[in-house]
């Protein structure tokens, strides 16, 4: 049975214009919580949708990159001023179609403002550089071109925040933007560019198409209008996004999965340490880039810091995240569900030894969801599955080590390098571990996840294109410099 009542369809925005796809294909955005009830429906795009958006912001580029900054930046102080009159509405709409509990959808879109506010800040920020010449008649600066188009490509975990956070810079620095969300949440998405609709932008300026990824992604790859790719999504989809960029000579930017360790030396703050590992790892069930998944703990302190953190497990309540009370809400889709059990599924088969969880939950009215049990391991070594690939879960592996350097060993030994964190009041050990653990993202006595928006954001290794993201990072990958030498 499906539970149908006033349920929207949203459409594509194509040049200032919401409109249907092309035969007006839609299909249901669900709510993870309970499959029956559907969002909204929204747009299954073809081709020619694309091919429409494209050509929309190519036509409004000009105009958009002949405006003064500071003018780009007051539309976006207009798109953080739409989004915050509907924060509750859009984490509500969050919540229902990607499962994560309301206060973090709630804190997700606050955030989403204030990176608009960010950004709309920079558009009266310092774009350049004199450098001095040797010539003393001639005048060298630098300044900044905008790319052009710039196709956003983002996943379905941060729904608000991940788009805002690629559009927003790409938009004041001077580009347009064609925006392709995942379609799991493309009606948080639509409310996102309804936002930017409000605060009236130019024609092309913002365009969004939503649809499969492996047609309107994949022809966001392929386009040769598109001059720019910034993506944000699991690193096999990267790979190709990365290679089909550079095979025709466009600028892209990868932002792709991560294994994140948390280091638990032996002069830890247990406390500290449990509740920075069960927040970093289970908040919004496991499906951050930057989650907690592999816990090295130092054996003097392994046995407690074990049981102090089964013990909190225990009391962990999930549920419908629109609940008051319930600080674990479900995986975002069913896909994600069984992908999640199928991992702790080959844990127990490679010998790993499961101390918590590890079951779907069914209960309680939880039949129609995707709901699983936070899930530790434990007699886990590195060479296991769940050791190395990136779950996208609430697992946890714990693994018991001697020292610090063969925390900080085990800890690199993955092909990812996104966040690590350790905790431990040593300076020495810090100072170790800042230097060498490969992640772009390092944090002492903190958790692997939370970040701020004002900092550079990104990862080593296979965890990104080795580009930042956010903060006054974003100007690198949405201009080019522009060296100026000018002789009276
Ligand atoms: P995904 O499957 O790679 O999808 C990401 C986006 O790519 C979606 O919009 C998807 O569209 C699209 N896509 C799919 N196939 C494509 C193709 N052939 N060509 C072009 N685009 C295509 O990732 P996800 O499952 O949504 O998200 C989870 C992943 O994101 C995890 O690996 C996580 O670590 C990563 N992530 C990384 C960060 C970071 O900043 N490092 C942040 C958050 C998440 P459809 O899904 O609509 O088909
Ligand atoms: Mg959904």
Known sequence: MTVKTDVKTYLNY????????????????????????????????????????????????????????????????????????????????????????????????????AILRYYAGEGMRKVGDVIPSTDSEGLMFTTRAPLGVVGVITPWNFPVAIPIWKIAPALVYGNVV?????????????????????????????????????????????????????????DTVGKRVGQGALARGAKYQLEMGGKNPVIVADDADLDLAVEATISGGLRSTGQKCTATSRVFIQSGVYDAFKEKLLAKIVQLTIGDGMQDGIWMGPCASESQLKTVLSYIEKGKAE???????????????????????????????????????????????????????????????????LSASIFTQNIGNILSFIGDIEAGLVRVNAESAGVELQAPFGGMKQSSSHSREQGQAAI?????????????
């Not at 915050?84 to 606050?110: H, N, Q, S, V, Y």
């Not at 350097?405 to 092909?415: F, K, P």
């Not at 690198?476 to 009276?488: C, D, N």
């Open 178 to 234: 064609v925006f392709k969300p995942a379609q799991e949440t493309a009606v948080t998405a639509a409310k996102i560019i309804e936002c930017f609709d409000e605060a009236g932008l130019p024609p092309g300026v913002i365009n969004m198409v939503t649809g499969p990824g492996s047609v309107i992604g994949q022809g966001i790859i392929d386009h040769p209008d598109i001059n720019g790719i910034t993506f944000t999504g699991s």
């Open 14 to 113: 194509v040049n200032g214009a919401w409109v249907p796809s092309q035969g007006s294909v839609t299909e249901p955005s669900l709510n993870p919580a309970d499959k029956r009830q559907i969002v909204g429906y929204v747009q299954k795009s073809g081709a020619e949708d694309l091919e429409q958006a494209v050509a929309a912001a190519k036509k409004g580029q000009r105009a958009w990159r002949k405006l003064a900054a500071p003018v780009r930046g007051e539309y976006l102080y207009k798109v953080a001023n739409a989004l915050e009159k509907r924060l509750d509405e859009i984490a509500e709409t969050m919540t229902r179609e990607m499962g994560k509990t309301l206060p973090e959808a709630r804190g997700e879109t606050a955030r989403g403002i």
């Open 351 to 417: 010998g790993a030894t499961l101390i918590h969880g590890g079951r779907r939950l069914t209960e309680n009215g939880l039949e129609q969801g995707f709901f699983v049990e936070p899930t530790v391991f434990e007699n886990v070594t590195s060479d296991m599955t769940i050791a190395q690939e990136e779950i996208f879960g609430p697992v946890l592996a714990l693994i018991k080590v001697d020292t610090l350097e063969q925390a900080i060993e085990l800890a690199n030994d993955v092909r990812y390098g």
């Open 476 to 488: 690198e990958f949405f201009t080019s410099i522009k060296t100026v030498f000018i002789k009276a």
